[in-house]
């Protein structure tokens, strides 16, 4: 009777999740938005007994490469300004934490504070020296009208109560700010002359390549993530990545970074995330099915392990979707087949790791068919509704769908343990 009632149970369950789709979606509070406070600003005027101040002063595009922490993996991007002969030089950082009491409950709910911190650039040099970090500058043309400009935004951007915005990784970081003040230095230029070139990838593209020293990383950060990162960017929309900005503006402006501190060059994962994740999949998937058939304790440890894994992130991925604004996880499938209906396997094969009974074996089993079902018809759905069904998902789904296949790949015959 009670296997009858369960099997129905998991399918609710499994369908239920279906319908975590994103349901806090209002905007948060306006906190310092570059560009509405950039055209506040006037970049065509100056005074005259300004000008020989603003003909010495320069603007430099400062570039940190990529590091080891998970934290410094993208880069990171300051703008540096530079008035030698008035002994004038600052380094204007918008990567720093707006820490704050209510700090780890805001970045949980999605409310990413960062501010802006002026410094000196040889702070920066002596962190990538220190990090291994290579640390390029890229001198901006900027005409002198527009300097004017720059030099009061900048100003008016250091004070207390104008130095915190609302971050987000792909629309409004370190880089996009420096982009939006060299954008309004060219009148607009800039942005149209960007936009009007195609990059041909997407921002999964993009961060899913430089996450690729670490699989787990790459894998997990990449499931979090629904389609909404798989839109074909312009260059415009590409410059979030400082590298990009680097290489965008030196194009545009026809300039050429200068190396201030050389570093060694890390050498990125030729292997797709797909590739990888079928591979390590097949892995799982030939230690499940040979302790299924000849030491089901330790089947039933791997598999509890496994399960309790991924039935957590899907409670982090239904939160998120749900009850946070980290709007890059919001409609995300990965949620069909990977959904908190795992907790009944992780209790399941814990029950078969201290018992002999075969039926809580066949129960794990069962479990599992049903999420390869589940995994399968998201696969078909995806193939003959491309249009809806955009998320680009494939490394997740391959991975599940041979680790749910495990379940019928079993040997009658024998005596596990």
């Given amino acids: 009777m009670l296997k009858k009632l369960l ?7 499994a369908m239920l999740t279906l319908s975590a789709a994103s349901i806090k979606d209002e905007k948060l509070e ?18 005259s007994d300004e000008k020989d101040f603003l003909d010495n002063t320069k603007f430099y595009l400062q570039t940190m490469a990529p590091g080891d922490e998970i934290y410094t993996w993208f880069g990171h991007s300051g703008l540096v300004v530079e008035n030698k002969k008035y ?5 204007f950082d918008w990567g720093v934490f707006a820490f704050s009491p209510t700090f780890y409950i805001d970045f949980i709910f999605g409310r990413l504070y960062y501010s802006l911190m002026v410094s000196y650039p040889s702070y920066t040099i002596k962190q990538a020296e220190n990090e291994n970090r290579t640390l390029t500058r890229t001198e901006l043309v900027i005409p002198i009208e527009a300097k004017k400009g720059i ?12 130095s915190t915005y609302l971050y987000h990784h792909y629309e409004d970081n370190c880089a996009t700010r420096i982009r939006d003040i060299f954008n309004a230095s060219t009148h607009g230029e800039f942005k149209k002359w960007a936009t009007s070139i195609n990059t041909g990838k997407s921002y999964r593209d993009y961060t899913t390549d430089l996450m690729g020293k670490s699989f787990p990383v790459n894998w997990t950060l990449n499931f979090l993530q629904g389609p909404s990162i798989d839109k074909k960017l312009t260059l415009w ?8 900005l680097n290489q965008a503006i030196e194009e545009y402006s026809n300039v050429t970074a200068v ?35 000849s030491k089901r304790r330790l089947w039933a440890l791997f598999t509890s392990i496994l399960s309790l894994f991924l039935a957590i992130l899907s409670c982090v991925l239904i939160f998120m979707m749900c009850f946070s604004n980290h709007d890059v996880t919001y409609f995300n499938e990965n949620i069909i087949f990977v959904n908190p209906m795992l907790f009944l396997l ?3 094969s814990i029950r078969t790791l201290f018992s002999r009974e075969k039926r809580e ?9 049903i999420g390869f079902l589940l995994t399968l018809s998201l696969l078909i759905l995806k193939g003959l509704f491309m249009a809806t069904f955009t998320q680009d998902n494939l490394a997740q789904i391959f991975f599940m769908l041979i680790i749910y296949s495990s379940a019928f790949f079993r040997i009658l015959s024998g005596n596990p343990r």
């Fill in 259 to 293: 190396t201030v501190v050389a570093a060694r060059k890390i050498n990125y994962s030729q292997k797709s995330l797909l590739f990888e994740s079928i591979t390590i999949a097949i892995i799982i998937f030939v230690l499940l099915v040979w302790s299924y058939n």
């Fill in 237 to 244: 929309e590409a410059c979030f990545l400082p590298d990009i």
């Fill in 151 to 162: 030099i009061d935004f900048l100003n008016y951007n250091a004070l207390d109560e104008n």
């Fill in 87 to 91: 002994g004038l030089e600052r380094c």
């Fill in 361 to 369: 074996a066949k129960l794990s089993l069962s479990i599992m068919k």
């Fill in 7 to 13: 099997t129905p149970a998991i399918l609710l369950l």
């Fill in 346 to 348: 992780f209790f399941s």
């Fill in 30 to 47: 306006d906190t310092f938005d570059s560009e509405k406070n950039l055209s506040l600003f006037n970049f065509n005027n100056y005074e």
